[in-house]
């Protein structure tokens, strides 16, 4: 009887297995670098075309949305007025939860938000509030985005603006370098 060879994996099959994991594993890691680089995008859009929508209702209301005085005159149907001071507050009334309705039942940006509970999210599902905000030193009528991961609010921070997390118009509530963070509040001041 002749003797049994034992058979396996020769060195070069074993050496493209790992070239094809390999290969697969950039492919995913890409993907997911293609879509964060999305929902970026998606934010940055959203802080521009909200930028636009309330310099659009204080060009023909010549108020703020939320703030706004005459609100339900110059917006019928909408849950109150402002108390016309310039900031888009959260005392009485809770005018940074008028300001997206508002906006939407003057016809400058879409969606249906009562002014109570049904507020704008982000791409990355946090929430997304007209509101005059203090963050990182600087205080001011802002866009606010909670919630974000640090990749994200950086990347925001670098396209719009400095790239700093306590600097210039769009700043972050910690600094960035603690990878996978989440920050709390990223505010695009306008």
């Given amino acids: 009887m002749p003797p049994h060879r034992q058979q396996g994996f020769t060195l070069v099959e074993i050496a493209i297995v790992l070239v094809i994991i390999g290969l697969l594993l950039g492919g995913v890691l890409k993907g997911q670098g293609l879509i964060d680089s999305a929902k970026v995008k998606n934010i940055i ?11 659009a209702y204080q ?3 010549r108020a703020l949305p939320g703030d706004d005085l005459q609100g339900t005159l110059h917006v019928p149907n ?35 938000f009562n002014g109570t509970s049904d507020f704008m999210t982000s791409a990355q599902g946090g929430a997304v509030y007209l509101y ?8 001011g009528n802002g866009i606010r985005f909670d919630n974000l991961p640090e990749g994200y609010a950086e990347q925001i921070d670098s396209k719009l ?21 989440i920050i709390a509040r990223t505010a695009v001041f306008f």
């Fill in 132 to 139: 005059n905000d203090e963050v990182a030193g600087r205080a």
């Fill in 161 to 181: 603006d400095d790239g700093i997390a306590n600097t210039g118009s769009v700043r972050a509530t910690q600094p960035y370098g603690n990878t996978g963070a």
């Fill in 78 to 112: 909408s849950a109150g007025n402002g108390n016309g001071d310039g900031q888009i507050g959260d005392g009485q009334p809770r005018e940074f939860t008028l300001a997206p309705q508002h906006l939407a039942l003057g016809g400058f940006i879409t969606g249906s």
């Fill in 45 to 55: 859009q959203q802080s521009n075309s909200l930028t636009a929508a309330v310099n």
């Fill in 59 to 61: 060009d023909k209301f």
